[in-house]
C-alpha cells in the first residue's frame, strides 16, 4: 500500500522554494497529491502544505528538504494517523455533543483518549459513546491546585495531540497553556475580538448588535486572543433577547469548533505572529 505524507514548511521567503522542494519530490519518485503556498509579504514569510504518495524514509526526505531551505525552516513531514484529543467541559452540552456525535459517525480522523470535566453533569451523555470520562472537582481548591490535578490526570492519558475546550468555563494559568502550547483549541462565544470575556451575549444584546458568531483559537496566555482558527457570523434582529441570541449562538459555536478540530486533525493550520495561515 502506498504511503501518503504531509510535508508543512514554514520559513524566510526566497525565490525557487516550491521549485527546490518539488524537485525532491520528484527524484525521490513522489507523487504531488496536493499542494498549497502563501507568502506572507508583511513578515517575508513563506508557507507551503504538501500532500505526497509513494515510499519515502521520512528522515532522509526531512534532512534533503532542510539542506535546501533557509537556515529559519520550520519543517515536518507527517505520515497521517488518528490523533489523540482530549475534550475538556464544564456544564453545558452542546459543543461536546456535537464532537461526540461526529466522532461516532467516523468524520473526525481522531482518537478521544477522554472526556475532562470539573463537574460530573456530562458523564451520563460521555458514557453512551464509551469514553472515559474523568471529574476533577475544582471545589475547595484555588486554582493553581486545581489545575494541578487536571494536569495529572491529563499527563495519565498519555500523549495528547490536541486538547478541545468544549465551553470548559476556567480560566487556564500561563503554567497550564505553555504545557500544551499551540495545542489548545477553545470556541468563544462572540465573534471576537469583540465581546470579550463573560456574557458576550449580553454584551452584544447591549450594543444592539445586529449579527452574532463564535470564534475558534487556539489558547494563549491573553484571555480570548490567542490565534483565530475559524469564525462565523449568523443574522438577528431587534426581537431577540440576550437570552435567544445565546440559543441561537450555540448552533455556530458547535459549527465552528467542529470546522477548527477538523483543519487541526487534518494538519492544515500554521501559526505566526499571531495569526494563522490555513490551507
Not at 484529543?85 to 455533543?97: D, F, N, P, Q, R
Not at 460530573?120 to 494541578?148: M, N
Amino acid at each position: 500500500m502506498t504511503e501518503q505524507y504531509r510535508i508543512l514548511i514554514q520559513c524566510n521567503d526566497e525565490k525557487g522554494l516550491v521549485y527546490k522542494v518539488s524537485s525532491i519530490f520528484y527524484h525521490r519518485n513522489l507523487n504531488i497529491l496536493s499542494n498549497n503556498e502563501f507568502v506572507d509579504k508583511t513578515h517575508n514569510k513563506f508557507f507551503m502544505r504538501s500532500v505526497v504518495s509513494g515510499e519515502a524514509d521520512m528522515e532522509a526526505l526531512k534532512n534533503e528538504l532542510i539542506a535546501v531551505l533557509p537556515v529559519d525552516v520550520h519543517l515536518d513531514v507527517i505520515a497521517p494517523r488518528k490523533k489523540r484529543i482530549v475534550l475538556m467541559a464544564t456544564k453545558e452540552s452542546h459543543a461536546l455533543g456535537d464532537i461526540l456525535i461526529r466522532y461516532e459517525a467516523g468524520e473526525l480522523d481522531a482518537v478521544i483518549v477522554g472526556v475532562v470535566s470539573n463537574y460530573d453533569t456530562l458523564e451520563a451523555l460521555v458514557s453512551k459513546f464509551d469514553i472515559p470520562f474523568y471529574t476533577v472537582s475544582h471545589e475547595g481548591l484555588d486554582r493553581e491546585a486545581h489545575e494541578q490535578k487536571v494536569l495529572e490526570c491529563l499527563s495519565s492519558l498519555g500523549e495528547i495531540d490536541y486538547m478541545v475546550l468544549a465551553k470548559y468555563m476556567r480560566i487556564l494559568t500561563p503554567h497550564f497553556v505553555d504545557a500544551y502550547e499551540d495545542k489548545i483549541i477553545n470556541i468563544h462565544h462572540s465573534f471576537l475580538p469583540a465581546f470579550i470575556g463573560a456574557n458576550p451575549y449580553k454584551q452584544a444584546y447591549e450594543r444592539g448588535v445586529k449579527i452574532i458568531g463564535a470564534t475558534a483559537h487556539f489558547v494563549n496566555n491573553n484571555l480570548d486572543e490567542g490565534p483565530i482558527i475559524a469564525q462565523n457570523v449568523i443574522h438577528i434582529d431587534h426581537a431577540y433577547g440576550w437570552e435567544d441570541m445565546q440559543r441561537s449562538g450555540r448552533d455556530v459555536e458547535k459549527i465552528v469548533l467542529s470546522r477548527a478540530l477538523k483543519l487541526a486533525l487534518e494538519d492544515r493550520i500554521f501559526v505566526h505572529a499571531n495569526r494563522t495561515v490555513i490551507f
